[in-house]
């Protein structure tokens, strides 16, 4: 049972997942600092939102930390390069709010062109304006998009029933992407250039913050108005201020500012400029779904498997077409451990086949996980496994590669004398080891495998089965491989129970038996 601490709120299906799972879990809302160190002390997880600064000071406290949750998107407040040192994984949930975020930035574009705020303002307070708050029509305008990831492909999809032009730039994005969402691929300059309305879809990084100055302000559009419901620091706020004033732009909607909360600021109170409060992740649904989604990646991790929204561990990397290879590739490294009788001070792992054009880092740090395992107490993830090799004192070498021979895709795990290969057969469903130590003998990756070398000669496989089944041991599967010179051959059966240390010790003892061990993967 792990202890996991949640310092803001979170959806109460989101607790109760965490504690189904058999998690020791803690509401620890809204404590000071000292007390939030004091609190992290034994903590096995935490989960904040965008309150919780978690920084160096923080994880130093924290010596049992696995994993680092944020319910939400932005990783603004937590320090992912020092969890990330310290073997922690770091989480989030990146699609939770992305729907919310995208119909809250197309309800302020909509609001700042026909000024449904200033009206509301001027009618509550008993003035009947109508004149004065003329707005303008999308139709025919042009929208700018600034970064087509999650939340920026979905506001082109929303707004294309509005008969507009859309501009997109996204260095990482493709122009066949962005023409499947509506969207004409350009240069950022290009793209303020020309555009009525642009709107803004980046991360807060090095690279984007204060992106949006005095200079970039130049480039707009006469007359183009800005929404920023993305990250607050992109835009630099005085300058915006200065580009409302001189009449270049004719109006801003803001829901994120560079620091927040924020109450006081030259953009409030301006008849040209439309706020609200980080409202873009704030409907019932949005906060629902974070919830629970985190509390998946947490228990995930906290399970040592592996974590699809972890971003320490280039989670992205294991696409749809990698991550049915993950448990083989753990199986097949917990097999590999128990074929060596120590651990060897360097380990290849090769990535062969349709998999293997891909980055292999993730498929190896399954294989490792499974062959560390077997000589560590403490757990091995996907963050700490090539930092827990190199403290064991053993080298990794991974690479893909085209050739997998006969099989579609393959895994390789070897050292010195000593391989295991397996793959995915049936449509890719069960997980077989096809060669063990250079033979060619195909087996499942059961439970129980059994791997006996002997000479190659007539009468070897009735005296395997005739012991076996004196013993009760009911084999399942049976492969056979021989070398090429046709002295030794090697058995893999799988049964459906262990096989007694007595019976294999019995089956060393046969003429013509050259090893027996029981290989268990539970």
């Known amino acids: 049972m792990a202890r996991v601490v949640i310092t803001e709120e979170l959806s109460e299906a989101g607790i109760e997942l965490l504690r189904s799972k058999g998690h020791d879990v803690t509401l620890s809302l809204g404590l000071s600092p000292h007390d939030l ?84 303002g001027a009618l509550v307070e008993g003035r009947w304006e109508r004149s004065l708050w003329t707005g303008v029509e999308l139709l025919n305008k042009t929208i700018g998009i600034v970064g087509l990831g999650r939340v920026g492909r979905l506001v082109a999809q929303r707004l294309k029933g509005f008969d507009v032009q859309i501009l997109a730039f996204d260095p990482f994005v493709s122009s066949e992407s962005a023409r499947a969402v509506n969207a004409e691929m350009v240069e950022l300059d290009h793209l303020l250039g020309r555009s009525d309305f642009v709107t803004v879809h980046l991360p807060k990084t090095a690279e984007t913050i204060g992106l949006f100055d005095s200079a970039r302000f130049a480039k707009f559009k006469p007359g183009a108005r800005l929404v ?102 753990e199986r097949l490294g917990a097999f590999f451990s128990g074929l060596v009788p120590d651990l060897p001070d360097e380990i290849e792992i090769k990535v062969a086949g349709e ?13 490792l996980r499974g062959i560390l395992n077997q000589h560590s107490n403490d757990p091995i993830t996907f963050v700490n496994g090539f930092e827990h090799a190199a403290r064991l004192g053993v080298q990794i070498r991974d690479f893909g590669s085209q050739d997998a021979g006969e099989f579609r895709n393959l895994i390789e795990v070897r050292a010195g004398d000593h391989a ?20 060619s003998v195909e087996v499942p990756l059961s439970s129980h495998i059994l791997v006996i070398r002997n000479d190659d000669r007539p009468g070897m496989m ?21 070398d090429g010179a046709g002295d030794h051959a090697l058995m893999a059966l799988a049964s459906d129970h262990p096989v007694a240390e007595d019976i294999l010790e019995t089956l060393k003892s046969e003429v013509g038996i050259q090893s027996a061990s029981l290989i268990e993967l539970g």
Do not use: W
């Open 37 to 120: 160190l004091r609190e992290i002390a034994d903590a096995d997880a935490l989960i904040v939102r965008s309150a919780t600064k978690v920084d160096a000071r923080l994880l130093d406290q924290a010596p049992q930390l696995q994993v680092i949750g944020r319910a939400g998107v932005g990783l603004d407040n937590v320090d992912t390069a020092t969890a990330t040192a310290r073997g922690i994984l770091v989480c989030n949930a990146p699609e939770s709010n992305v729907v919310s975020a995208a119909e809250h930035t197309v309800g302020l574009l909509l609001a700042l062109a026909r000024n449904v705020a200033q009206a509301h």
């Open 228 to 329: 920023n419901a993305a990250r607050g620091g992109v835009v630099v706020e005085d300058d915006l201020v200065d580009a409302l004033e001189s009449g270049h732009l004719a109006g801003a909607a803001l829901d994120v500012f560079d620091t927040e909360p924020k109450s006081n600021s030259p953009l409030f109170g301006r008849e040209d400029v439309l706020v609200t409060p980080h409202l873009g992740a704030s409907t019932n649904e949005a906060q629902d779904r974070a919830g629970i989604t985190i509390a998946e990646q947490v228990a995930l991790a906290l399970d040592g498997d592996f974590v699809p929204f972890a971003v320490n561990i280039a989670a992205e990397e294991a696409s749809d077409a990698l991550r049915p290879y993950l448990g083989i590739a």
């Open 355 to 367: 998999i293997g054009g891909y980055d292999t880092k993730i498929i190896a740090l399954a294989a």
């Open 420 to 439: 295991v290969a397996g793959t995915l057969v049936r449509s890719g469903n069960e997980p077989r080891i096809v060669m063990i130590d250079d033979y």
């Open 462 to 482: 009735g005296i395997v089965g005739t012991l076996l089944g004196k013993a009760d041991v009911n084999i399942s599967f049976m492969g056979l491989g021989r």
